[in-house]
């Protein structure tokens, strides 16, 4: 090696850092990358290491600067899956926010792996594969402890500020969501359990508007009525249905006077239904709906050919006054 190479691979890494520092970090990655050669001709391999790393990094940070997903792009992917080859090491960056400094790779590496994890996880077709995944995603935040994440930010999974213990806790919430979720239809009581787990970890992990939106689908789901008709009792918003009905005050006092159940009416002007109840009513009249519509087309039909024959009429007799 020489020392003009030295003098060249020193200069390249410099253009390179102040490409990066004025946060053109797309083109500062490119620099990098043409640099890593240069720095292992002259047996710089720990320059080239950092070099690589930063050279997978900023295209993360290019695609903030332009207020892109990070793993719509794929640039946070590219950047685990062969960031993670190298040795662990500290490296000084520019990161999102203004940050700069000295950072350990392992850190910045953990947070993409449990972000991949997250998302992942979150389109997960099983039940199983959604929790498994979450549940690796969360041991990666967890390792993160209370530091602010870097790029939760700018990833559609998370969205927002946050540090690594909530991303941990909206990980377990989203576990116990789907969980959740998987019995809300045959087993309400089971889906509350889970939902009420999820709720818990959400509003650990500040997300006051998901957690909100947990306990309304846990209020549903808790409702319980009675069907007017069939006198089961059923839980689950989803399972019963108010419909309109002419209760009054005469059956409301009935009720009340042989001590029945109350949740069977709604007010004095709508009834509870549980679905099957409810449906066969409605498939009901929907058919005869249905038949009446039928048998009217029919008779508009008919009546519209007989008013074509007099009216031909008409205009037959019309034509005879006038020729005569
Ligand atoms: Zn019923």
Redesign the pocket.
């Known amino acids: 090696m020489s020392s003009k190479d030295i003098e060249r691979c020193e200069s390249e890494l410099e253009d390179a850092e102040n490409t990066a520092r004025i946060g053109n970090f797309g083109k500062a990655a490119k620099k990098y990358l043409d640099v890593v050669e240069m720095c292992r001709k002259v047996e710089w391999n720990d320059e080239a290491a950092k070099a690589f790393f930063l050279s997978y990094l900023y295209p993360c940070n290019q695609d903030v600067k332009d207020r892109k997903d990070l793993l719509e792009t794929g640039s946070l992917t590219n950047f685990f899956n062969n960031a993670s080859t190298l040795p662990l090491m500290k490296v000084v960056a520019y990161m999102p926010g203004g940050l700069y400094g000295e950072f350990d790779t392992t850190r910045i590496l953990t947070e993409a792996k449990g972000t991949l994890y997250m998302n992942a996880g979150l389109k997960a077709g099983s039940v199983e594969e959604a929790a498994k995944l979450l549940e690796k995603a969360s041991e990666c935040f967890l390792e993160i402890g209370g530091a602010p994440l870097f790029f939760s930010r700018y990833i559609s999974c998370l969205k927002r500020r946050t540090t690594g213990n909530h991303a941990a806790l909206e990980c377990e919430g989203q576990i116990e969501y789907i969980n959740g979720r998987g019995f809300v239809e045959v087993e309400p009581p089971k889906a509350v359990e889970y939902l009420m787990a999820a709720a818990k970890a959400f509003r650990a992990a500040k997300l006051r508007e998901v957690w909100q939106e947990v306990n309304k689908i846990i209020s549903g789901l808790r409702a319980t009525r009675k069907?007017w008709?069939?006198g089961?009792e059923v839980q689950g918003a989803n399972h019963f249905n108010l419909v309109k009905a002419d209760v009054g005050r005469y059956f409301e006092k009935i009720l009340v006077d042989r001590k029945e159940d109350l949740r069977v009416i709604e007010g004095l002007l709508s009834i509870a239904?549980?679905r099957?109840?409810y449906t066969s009513i409605y498939y009901e009249a929907d058919r005869i709906a249905k038949m009446y519509y039928d048998m009217a087309m029919r008779a508009i039909a008919e009546l519209a050919a007989e008013v074509r024959i007099l009216a031909a009429e008409v205009r037959r007799l019309a034509a005879y006054a006038h020729s005569h």
């Open positions: 069907c008709m069939c089961r239904l549980c099957p109840c």
